[in-house]
């Protein structure tokens, strides 16, 4: 699952990675959660360009009747989102990337829960594949997204069985397209590989979803072997070669 993440990059990397001018000035987050609003990329149907939106997370589908139905769809199970009717119609026509620069997951010791940060060793910034639907609820208008969800890569399988999907740049357009084939979305629904991945762990400050600033990413002394295994800084290879699989 993917219950926190950050989005940390300056608004110049954002632009200039996904090919996007930003409708509204966006601030760097350390730690986003669920019902916030979080940035969105999609595809502008008649001029083919990509846009940018502030949504709300958690995915309200366009039927239901309550939106507090979005609370438990912050995540969708890749595997069977195009079978669930929460998610079926938005996985044909609405889909979105959500720009990232790291996620949270946690482990369990006794009463203490630990995060850890996973993020791509070259800091740079990625995009999470989501959905989005619009709701409407007297007159007022409501766009949710929900985050795609896969199997752990190696790197990550330790601290839990699943984490974001994560679509490669040169597969972005196909991605947020309504016209690619559904067929041909099966090799977009992947992690980012093992061999680019840098797990830290972090302080417990981030557990707070109050907590929004740089402490939230301060490493946080430990002698676990994940530790010396997962924070080493590989090479910076080009962009596309971060995500080869």
């Given at each position: 699952m993917c219950g926190r993440f950050a989005l940390t990059s300056d608004e110049s990397s954002i632009c200039e990675h996904f090919r996007v001018t930003l409708s509204?000035?966006?601030?760097?987050?350390?730690?986003?959660?669920?019902?916030?609003?979080?940035?969105?990329?999609?595809?502008?149907?008649?001029?083919?360009?990509?846009?940018?939106?502030l949504v709300r997370w958690g995915l309200?589908?366009?039927?239901?009747?309550?939106?507090?139905?979005?609370?438990?769809?912050?995540?969708?199970r890749s595997e069977t989102a195009l079978t669930k009717p929460s998610f079926r119609d938005s996985f044909r026509r609405r889909r979105c990337l959500i720009p990232a620069t790291g996620f949270y997951e946690w482990t369990t010791s006794g009463k203490r829960k630990?995060?850890?940060?996973?993020?791509?060793?070259?800091?740079?910034?990625?995009?999470?594949?989501?959905?989005?639907?619009?709701?409407?609820?007297?007159?007022?208008?409501?766009?949710?997204?929900?985050?795609?969800?896969?199997?752990?890569?190696?790197?990550?399988?330790?601290?839990?069985?699943?984490?974001?999907v994560v679509i490669q740049p040169e597969r972005y357009d196909a991605w947020l397209s309504s016209a690619t084939e559904l067929t041909d979305l099966s090799q977009d629904l992947l992690p980012f590989p093992k061999e680019t991945t840098a797990i830290s762990p972090v302080s417990d400050y981030v557990n707070d979803v109050r907590h929004d600033d740089f402490r939230c990413q301060q490493e946080f002394p430990d002698t676990n072997q994940v530790h010396a295994m997962h924070n080493a800084q590989l090479p910076v290879a080009s962009q596309k070669r971060l995500f080869e699989k």
């Amino acid at each position: 699952m993917c219950g926190r993440f950050a989005l940390t990059s300056d608004e110049s990397s954002i632009c200039e990675h996904f090919r996007v001018t930003l409708s509204t000035p966006v601030k760097p987050r350390f730690n986003i959660a669920p019902s916030q609003k979080l940035l969105i990329i999609r595809l502008q149907s008649e001029t083919k360009k990509h846009t940018s939106s502030l949504v709300r997370w958690g995915l309200i589908p366009s039927w239901a009747k309550d939106q507090s139905i979005g609370t438990r769809l912050t995540n969708a199970r890749s595997e069977t989102a195009l079978t669930k009717p929460s998610f079926r119609d938005s996985f044909r026509r609405r889909r979105c990337l959500i720009p990232a620069t790291g996620f949270y997951e946690w482990t369990t010791s006794g009463k203490r829960k630990q995060p850890y940060y996973v993020r791509l060793t070259s800091n740079e910034p990625f995009g999470i594949g989501g959905l989005w639907d619009s709701w409407e609820d007297n007159e007022k208008i409501e766009e949710t997204c929900t985050i795609l969800t896969c199997d752990a890569n190696q790197a990550m399988q330790h601290l839990h069985p699943r984490m974001p999907v994560v679509i490669q740049p040169e597969r972005y357009d196909a991605w947020l397209s309504s016209a690619t084939e559904l067929t041909d979305l099966s090799q977009d629904l992947l992690p980012f590989p093992k061999e680019t991945t840098a797990i830290s762990p972090v302080s417990d400050y981030v557990n707070d979803v109050r907590h929004d600033d740089f402490r939230c990413q301060q490493e946080f002394p430990d002698t676990n072997q994940v530790h010396a295994m997962h924070n080493a800084q590989l090479p910076v290879a080009s962009q596309k070669r971060l995500f080869e699989k």
